[in-house]
């Protein structure tokens, strides 16, 4: 079965720095997409990033960037530069066989001043 | 931001009573979907449209019924509101289905009491 997997359920950023979370999937189809969705405490999901299975080179949005390594299975979301308004839930889901997302649990990040 | 909104923003139900929540989208979009959100499962599925009257199951959609006369409006409706289902809940929506981006409504909470 096809499963997501964040196993980061919080982190601690000091402010500035770059910050990488952790996503691995599991999926015996060719072709997929991954994205990464941010949850701030004022409760809507917000797009951020979307990376191909065929796509060649890894997604950049902005400071947000994939780090998508194919034969580990890993989507890692990055985000450079941090700042205080990062604080927030973030979600990695994936496209299914059946073109629904399967979401993982997802990562509380805290900025720290 | 995509047009979309949820009504009622809140609820407060007892067990044994029927709910219906709407969604309503300004932006034309063909696909419209049903999540909820519970601690430590990030999103689940509940029903999703691929057009006017053509709706089909998702992950979790026992005790709940959808139904989709216009295009811009996506009804879910709890037959019997049970406390299991207490959760928060969004209507998504995209353009196609499968890896076209899924933009999200700002989310009903219900409680069932």
């Known amino acids: 079965a096809q499963k997501i997997t964040q196993t980061q359920p919080g982190m601690f950023v000091q402010e500035k720095e770059a910050v990488t979370l952790d996503c691995t999937y599991d999926t015996s189809d060719p072709s997929y997409g991954l994205f990464w969705y941010k949850q701030p405490s004022s409760g809507e999901m917000i797009f951020l990033i979307y990376q191909g299975s065929y796509d060649q080179q890894n997604a950049t949005e902005g400071r947000y960037s994939l780090n998508f390594q194919k034969a580990r299975k890993s989507a890692n979301l990055v985000i450079s530069a941090s700042q205080l308004g990062d604080s927030a839930m973030y979600f990695c889901a994936m496209e299914d066989s059946n073109y629904q997302l399967i979401w993982g649990a997802g990562t509380k990040l805290i900025i720290k001043p | 931001d995509a047009g979309i909104t949820q009504s009622p923003r809140h609820k407060v139900t007892e067990t044994g009573t029927p709910v219906t929540l709407r969604c309503h989208q300004t932006?034309?979009?063909?696909?419209m979907y049903w999540y909820r959100q519970d601690p430590g499962h990030g999103l689940r599925l509940i029903h999703y449209?691929?057009?006017?009257?053509?709706?089909d199951k998702g992950e979790v959609s026992d005790g709940y019924s959808v139904s989709r006369s216009k295009t811009e409006d996506f009804l879910l409706t709890l037959e019997s509101a049970t406390s299991s289902q207490t959760s928060v809940y969004f209507c998504a929506i995209s353009l196609g289905g499968g890896t076209d981006t899924q933009y999200f409504g700002p989310g009903t909470r219900l409680t069932v009491l």
């Open positions: 449209s691929y057009g006017v009257k053509d709706t």
């Open positions: 932006e034309n979009h063909r696909y």
